[in-house]
């Protein structure tokens, strides 16, 4: 992804970009060896918890209590999997995930690969500026002033100003994660019921849970996730003495966007569901958890939300539209000219600037809009999954590097669950459709 992800990894990884010669003198030693390729797990991982996800997770917390805690070792070891795949791919290939769907599928494949991702992302879009909105209404501030505003000012950051100020933008937005760490806590939940709720699945599952499963898995799991990853390591460059260390990088980001998960659950759990409130709006979640856990709590879990919705709002459009410029082989390029790179530039708008009109509806609900948009991600994902299972077995591309039979055991097992989900939901919906489900 040139252009952006050199910038965005660099928020992660700064000691490499402040002494890139100290790069090579402690390349692929100790703690040195580490900080000189992290950021492209981490940042994708980060991006993962975005405004679909806090909304989707306050859900199920709201609705379900610690009853689907149990999901978080499943999808931890799932996107894992994914992650590490992607990473693997990137590394020894050099290329991003649309690159090699064109060299390997062809044209038409890649069209319609784009086309997933562009919907899939157009939809996220949506969910991030619902999110920005939703956040500042808990301080009453009223959509229509946030999402023009917020719309604006991140067009003209990405347009305008420096990779440098991008970078601390980034940097900056990154540490309201901490207040969802610091929310769970103040909500004073019993951690030994949440470790046994870890470890206890509960398969006993209505419409309703089974919808929040989906969107559970679906904003966990997202098709953008695996193309910025491959993109963003492609493009630093990272060769293949430091696969291993990239491939921890990966697997330490699919860690972190489920641990900050679990503590948004918990939270929720705690304060919403004991005291039978259901999220109707990602508002209301952050507003009920004041008379429970007190007012800092719910600014946390506000600051936390806005800053989140931001932070993806920004990352969605422009990568979606290098993305598609690389499968396609258009120039994009954030420092040139329109009239250099049309096509980079009319995507990116178009989808930041749908993705915040949408919001704008009047009555829309925003709460409703996220969680439609974590399903749609939920449904999409296996068309990507399956892209990249073909992909980290083709013994040319990947050489000795290619799946072995229990990293595909586990691909197949991770790529399966996503399936079988996705069919239950829509054999649900079928069912409801011809009034057979009430």
């Known amino acids: 992804m040139p252009g952006i992800t050199a910038p965005v990894s660099r928020a992660v990884g700064r000691f490499t970009d402040l002494a ?39 859900a199920v917390g709201s609705r379900t209590g610690f009853g689907l805690l149990w999901l978080f070792p499943v999808t931890i070891v799932v996107l894992a999997v994914v992650q590490e795949m992607a990473a693997r791919l990137g590394v020894v290939t050099g290329q991003g995930l649309s690159d090699l769907i064109r060299d390997r599928f062809g044209v038409r494949w890649t069209a319609f690969a784009m086309l997933v991702l562009l919907v899939a992302n157009l939809a996220n879009t949506v969910a991030e500026f619902a999110g920005a909105a939703a956040a500042l209404e808990i301080f009453a501030v009223p959509r229509l002033i946030t999402v023009p505003i917020v719309a604006v000012a991140i067009w003209a950051l990405v347009l305008f100003a420096s990779y440098r100020a991008v970078e601390r933008v980034f940097l900056s937005v ?113 507003e009920a958890l004041g008379p429970v856990a007190g007012n800092l709590a719910r600014v946390l879990f506000a600051v936390g939300l806005f800053g989140a919705s931001v932070l993806a709002a920004t990352i969605m459009p422009i990568s979606t539209a290098f993305v598609i410029c690389e499968a396609f082989g258009w120039e994009s390029g954030v ?20 993705g915040a009109l949408v919001v704008l509806i009047p009555g829309l609900p925003l709460l409703r809009v996220i969680l439609v948009s974590q399903n749609l991600q939920g449904l999409l994902l296996p068309v990507v999954l399956l892209f990249m299972l073909k992909l980290v077995n083709d013994r040319r591309l990947l050489g000795r590097h290619v799946n072995g039979v229990k990293r595909n055991l586990l691909a197949a097992v991770a790529v399966g669950l996503v399936i079988l989900l996705d069919l239950m939901l829509l054999g649900s919906a079928a069912l409801e459709a011809v009034g057979l489900r009430t």
């Open 20 to 58: 890139p010669d100290l790069r090579g003198r402690f390349r692929r030693r100790g703690v040195f060896a580490f900080l000189a390729v992290m950021g492209p797990g981490l940042i994708a991982g980060i991006a993962g918890n975005d405004a679909g996800g806090i909304a989707t997770y306050s």
């Open 174 to 286: 990154m540490v309201v994660f901490l207040a969802y760490i610091a929310s769970a806590f103040l909500a004073r939940p019993d951690w030994a019921q949440v470790g046994q709720a870890l470890v206890t699945p509960n398969l006993a599952v209505g419409a309703e849970t089974l919808l929040l499963m989906v969107a559970f898995v679906g904003t966990t799991i997202t098709p953008y996730m695996q193309f910025y990853l491959q993109s963003a390591v492609a493009e630093k460059g990272i060769d293949e003495e430091e696969l291993k260390l990239e491939q921890a990088d990966a697997i330490g980001g699919a860690v972190w966007t489920n641990v900050i998960a679990l503590f948004i659950v918990v939270a929720t759990a705690q304060t919403l569901f004991l005291n039978g409130i259901r999220v109707e709006d990602a508002a209301q979640a952050a």
């Open 335 to 354: 420092g040139k000219r329109f009239a250099d790179a049309p096509a980079f530039f009319a995507l990116y708008t178009f989808v930041l600037f749908v």
